[in-house]
């Protein structure tokens, strides 16, 4: 007998769990069920082993009905297709049969949750001692069949058999015993139902699946739920059903399920866990924590979703019912997003507002609580005007208030203004309770504007307008007062007659008033149009026309403003000039006589010192009339002219007047220095300059003066400046100090070459000069005294050149001058000195002085230095021009000694 193989083991997969309204997992997405480790299901207290029910025929239609060799028909278990051909073979004189390729023993395939195993069809005929045969006087004869599979029908067939053939056979159908459900019930899948509930929140599902492969009995199910709190519940079929429906769960929530089948013998595994979400209900409760900002006409709303939404919440649906007019709308959300704002509000208006939540499934099972809202206060509308009644003197006004949809707030009271065109306005007030006034005092035949406004908390609410006009014979304005032509010098008009003319018109007065200015200018025409000539050009004027009849010039038209256009400019005026220094003259002119619209200038500068005119440079000066020019040279002759221009033209001035900058500081050849001259003393020397160390270029050079300084490594190089600007030293103030710094020798002197030529440089001049030759400048405190020179001391010196305003230039400082050195008295000298200086006290001096020249000439000459007792120098009287440096310390005192031709005489 064909036999199969063992089954496949159980292994956990997703399972998809299949609806006509997909199912929604815990992630909120659908059509998706998750795999969980399957939950065993719970045992049954007692078993039933003893059940009746007919065995299931699960493979009897592929048992053979004929003896044994006939072929059968294939049949696949699983995955293993059986064999349909039996193969015979002789067992000693009895055959037997078997399944090709069939192992002798029993080998069943657990699955990995399976309480049993697994039973594999292995058919085996154990008959007698094992061989296969009897002998034949036993009187019951025996065989054991095992390798069947639980719960199945067999044919049991007999025969007995002789060497010649097998004789008839006996048959019985037999069925195995139950044992529990070899395999899980698989593909497992879950489909939400329509509900028998009338409670939208109550779900039902479909828990269908696939019976076990091998389920070894007559099965039944237990469905295993699982919620989101871990309470399982189990259900039991009562037959052997696919699919079970499980009702009163809760909407939009997780579930776990599982099926296990089980026989009176016991379960078998478990499936594997399906995760499933019921479908969405609709929300069991309402929002809360409802927020409300507000403004006149609009209610910003926001609130706290409901606890129990039972799905996703799309959208919500606020309700709106103004508690006046009880006028009701609804209005939705644009999504989820829990806040709205209600726009379009009445000012000043009460409202009830509640809020209902969608979901998918619906509208929510109920509302929030009703809230009152009252939005803000706005200005009120403008307030009617009933009606007017006007005199020739007095406007009576009626008035209401706003409509109730426009009063937006509490009424404080009411103002009126009334004015004329031409007039500000003059403002009344009122109570809320006044409604009605008459203004007096008004102008005949004159109109007035008439504005009427509410007020309460808010502010000044809009207003009604009117316009009236007192009784009076005068005419109106005329109208439609325009150009018809502009020019810089003229504008033509025209005008409409006025729309009462309230007799007959006589004339037409028009005024014209120039922008900036408060009086007006005037002229008459019997014609609707008319000429204004001898306007300024690019000047603005509001222009007005007025009505004549007998009884006076009426209203005057509404004002136009007109510009005139650019001119041509007239010739600048008045240009002059004044030099400012020696680089710069400021340019001054007068505008054109007629002013011609924006006007901008320029400076042409011309150099008056060629044989032609040569324009120099074109500056622009903008607006201006006066033009600072720099950058000129010093001791020149310009002359300049203006040109106006404006978008329409250029016109230029005539020339300025010549005018000539100042003179500048001399310009100095820096490597034409001073030099020595040959006749040189002790006290003095003398150097010699030329004329061309200055040029004339920047005018003429007036005066000169010499600077001395002792040579040190500090002279400074030269300069220029202004004499006034600059601290100079004397002979004086420099007499004491060692090394002496630079002083100005003498007054300052004429220069001695001619300045006739403009030239840079002159031809070669000279001049000397005698630096030390003064006497008695020790008595001279003031003013500049041409002092002597220290002996054998090294001096340089410089010339300071000025022109006639003051402005100086320094020559570069001489090579080093040195002083002749004071020779030592010889004995005899002294003794002629002594000799002539005999008798009384001045005989005494000469001799300490000889003594103190002695003294001196053994010091080896290294200073010529004259000792005198402090007491002794006060009866010293000694020629000014051979004063000494004495101090009434015990110090030295320095004493330069001629020896050329000077001569004591005794007192």
């Not at 000047?539 to 136009?560: H, L, N, P, R």
């Amino acid at each position: 007998m064909a036999t199969s193989t063992a089954l496949p083991t159980s292994t956990n997969q997703a399972v998809a769990a299949t609806s006509s309204q997909p199912v929604t997992t815990a992630q909120g997405t659908t059509d998706v069920a998750t795999t969980a480790s399957p939950t065993p299901a719970a045992m049954p207290s007692t078993m039933d082993t003893t059940s009746t029910d007919p065995p299931q025929a699960t493979t009897a239609a592929n048992m053979p009905s004929t003896a044994m060799g006939t072929d059968m028909p294939g049949m696949t278990v699983g995955n293993t297709t059986f064999p349909n051909t039996l193969t015979t073979t002789t067992l000693g004189a009895i055959p037997t049969t078997t399944a090709a390729n069939v192992p002798t023993t029993l080998s069943p395939t657990p699955t990995t949750n399976a309480p049993t195993s697994c039973y594999e069809e292995m058919i085996v005929v154990s008959c007698g001692d094992g061989s296969g045969t009897y002998p034949p006087d036993v009187a019951m004869l025996e065989c054991d069949v095992s390798g069947l599979v639980p719960h199945h029908d067999y044919v049991v067939e007999v025969f007995a058999a002789t060497a010649p053939g097998a004789g008839d056979e006996e048959s019985s159908t037999e069925r195995t015993m139950q044992d529990s459900p070899c395999n899980p019930p698989s593909d497992v899948a879950v489909y939400n139902i329509s509900s028998s509930s009338p409670e939208p929140n109550i779900k039902t599902v479909n828990v269908t699946w696939t019976p076990p492969v091998q389920p070894n009995g007559d099965v039944m199910f237990t469905v295993s739920l699982t919620d989101s709190s871990n309470m399982i519940t189990a259900m039991n079929t009562t037959t052997g059903t696919d699919h079970y429906v499980v009702g009163n769960l809760d909407s939009f929530s997780m579930y776990t399920v599982t099926v296990a089948a089980y026989t009176a013998v016991g379960y078998g595994p478990e499936s594997d866990e399906v995760m499933f979400m019921t479908e969405e209900g609709v929300p069991s409760n309402s929002i809360t924590d409802l927020q409300v900002n507000l403004t006149a006409t609009s209610a910003s709303l926001k609130w706290t979703p409901p606890s129990e939404p039972n799905g996703i919440i799309l959208l919500y649906e606020v309700h709106l019912n103004d508690t006046t007019d009880h006028n009701y709308t609804v209005v939705n959300t644009t999504g989820p997003e829990p806040s709205i704002v209600l726009e379009g509000l009445e000012e000043y208006w009460g409202y009830m507002v509640w809020i209902y939540t969608y979901t998918r499934m619906g509208r929510g099972m109920v509302y929030s609580n009703p809230y009152t809202i009252e939005t803000d206060e706005a200005v009120p509308g403008a307030p009617p005007i009933a009606d007017t009644i006007t005199t020739s003197r007095s406007i009576a006004v009626e008035w209401g208030p706003p409509s109730k949809y426009e009063q937006n707030g509490i009424l404080q009271g009411y103002y009126l203004s009334y004015r004329t065109a031409s007039s500000d306005p003059n403002v009344l007030s009122f109570s809320s309770a006044v409604e009605s006034h008459t203004v007096d005092g008004l102008s005949p035949y004159t109109n007035y504007t008439l504005r009427l406004w509410a007020w309460n908390s808010a502010g000044n609410g809009s207003m009604s307008c009117v316009t009236e006009e007192t009784k009076q014979d005068v005419p109106s304005a005329p109208q439609n007062l325009a150009t018809r032509e502009v020019h810089p010098r003229n504008i033509s008009l025209k005008w409409d007659s006025p729309a009462e003319p309230n007799g007959i018109i006589l004339e037409y007065t028009i005024m014209y008033t120039m922008e900036g200015m408060s009086r007006s200018q005037q002229m008459n025409t019997t014609e609707t149009t008319g000429q204004i000539t001898g306007l300024t050009a690019d000047t603005t004027y509001s222009i007005q026309v007025a009505a004549w009849t007998v009884k006076g010039q009426g209203e005057k038209s509404m004002a136009i403003r007109e510009t005139t256009l650019i001119a041509i400019p007239g010739k600048p005026l008045n240009v002059r000039g004044l030099a400012l220094n020696q680089s710069a003259i400021t340019v001054r002119w007068d505008e054109p006589e007629l002013y011609a619209g924006p006007t901008t200038y320029a400076v042409l500068v011309y150099d008056a010192e060629t044989e032609t005119d040569t324009e120099l440079d074109t500056l622009q000066a903008g607006e201006l009339t006066s033009w600072t020019v720099s950058g000129l040279k010093a001791y020149s002759s310009y002359y300049f002219v203006i040109v106006a221009m404006t978008e329409a033209g250029n016109m230029s001035s005539d020339r300025s007047a010549t005018i000539t900058t100042p003179p500048g500081a001399p310009v100095v050849d820096q490597g034409v220095k001073p030099q020595e001259s040959s006749d040189s003393t002790t006290t003095s020397l003398t150097i010699t300059f030329t004329s061309g160390m200055f040029s004339q270029e920047n005018g003429p050079v007036d005066t000169y003066t010499v600077i001395v300084a002792e040579d040190t490594d500090t002279l400074d190089g030269p300069s220029t400046g202004h004499e006034n600007d600059t601290t100079v030293l004397t002979w004086y103030d420099v007499r004491n100090r060692d090394p002496v710094p630079p002083y100005q020798a003498t007054d300052k002197r004429p220069y001695p070459f001619s300045s006739a030529s403009r030239s840079k440089r002159q031809a070669s001049q000279s001049e000397e000069f005698v630096i030390g030759e003064e006497k008695g400048c020790e008595s001279r405190r003031e003013g500049f005294c041409n002092g002597p020179l220290k002996p054998g001391t090294t001096y340089r010196a410089k010339l300071r050149a000025f022109t006639a305003n003051g402005l100086y230039a320094d020559s570069s400082y001489s090579e080093p001058l040195k002083t002749v050195t004071a020779e030592p008295m010889s004995e005899a000298q002294m003794y002629t000195y002594i000799g002539a200086g005999v008798g009384g006290f001045v005989g005494l001096v000469l001799i300490l002085i000889i003594a103190v020249v002695c003294l001196k000439q053994r010091r080896n000459k290294r200073q010529e230095m004259v000792v005198v007792p402090p007491q002794a120098l006060l009866d010293i009287h000694l020629p000014a021009s051979e004063q000494q440096m004495v101090e009434t310390s015990s110090r030295c005192v320095t004493k330069s000694i001629q020896t050329s031709t000077t001569t004591l005489i005794p007192a």
